[in-house]
């Protein structure tokens, strides 16, 4: 499998605990192989703000996100124009992790198939990565390549639980940080773990979920607050 060849699988954007004994590779070369990788398909996004911050309103309370464009001006640029579309709101956590060790809170199919399915290909390439994947960070799930690093990000995105700083090397980019509201996130449901089918999100939407897992935790709205 190559860096421009896409991935056939039902759960596209799955962040996966994946083996940190990966080749050797460099911020440069990894963001020139993802510019392979999304040549073809990135859409021509605006140019997101340096610094704005993000009221993400959710069933357990209101999280502030302060965004910097600087640290993953692809992921910004993606995040910026989801915001405006309102693309995340009413998106579960589909899959909370906090055990054996406290891990991810991730999000961002929306709950409307026909929504979600204009952004399916729509892949930005990987960023460098500038800060760590640590506690109250944010960053951009993605589909592992055949040499373990990342590419491919569309829409799902994941807020780091702990210190997930091993996902660095692998090409995952931090864009934003939870600055207030982090013991919110912490309280998402995590009950059901991996067991919510990303394929069944993505063709059914929430109407499978709360069917299915009527306990998840919902992002209602995602509003930007400020930009300069």
């Not at 799955?14 to 940190?20: A, G, K, S, V």
């Not at 009221?55 to 915001?83: H, I, Q």
């Not at 864009?175 to 063709?203: C, R, W």
Request: charged residues 20%; proline residues 6%; aromatic residues 14%.
């Amino acid at each position: 499998k190559q860096w421009y060849q896409r991935r056939v699988r039902g759960d596209r954007m799955r962040l996966r605990m994946m083996n940190i004994n990966t080749p050797s590779i460099t911020p440069s070369l990894l963001f020139v192989f993802a510019l392979l990788c999304c040549l073809f398909t990135a859409p021509n996004a605006q140019q997101a703000p340096s610094h704005f911050t993000v009221t993400f309103a959710t069933t357990k309370g209101n999280l502030t996100l302060n965004v910097t464009r600087e640290w993953s001006p692809f992921g910004v640029d993606r995040f910026y124009d989801l915001l405006q579309s309102g693309y995340f709101n009413d998106n579960a956590f589909f899959r909370v992790i906090d055990k054996p060790h406290p891990f991810v809170a991730q999000f961002g199919i929306n709950g409307e198939p026909s929504v979600s399915k204009k952004w399916e290909n729509a892949d930005i390439p990987n960023d460098p990565v500038v800060q760590s994947n640590l506690r109250g960070f944010v960053s951009f799930a993605a589909e592992e390549s055949q040499n373990g690093t990342t590419c491919c990000r569309t829409t799902q995105l994941f807020i780091n639980y702990g210190n997930n700083s091993f996902l660095d090397p692998m090409g995952f980019s931090p864009f934003a940080y939870v600055t207030e509201g982090m013991e919110y996130a912490d309280q998402f449901f995590a009950g059901y773990g991996e067991e919510p089918d990303q394929q069944k999100i993505y063709t059914i939407g929430n109407n499978y979920l709360k069917k299915n897992f009527p306990k998840l935790d919902y992002l209602l709205t995602a509003v930007i607050n400020s930009e300069n």
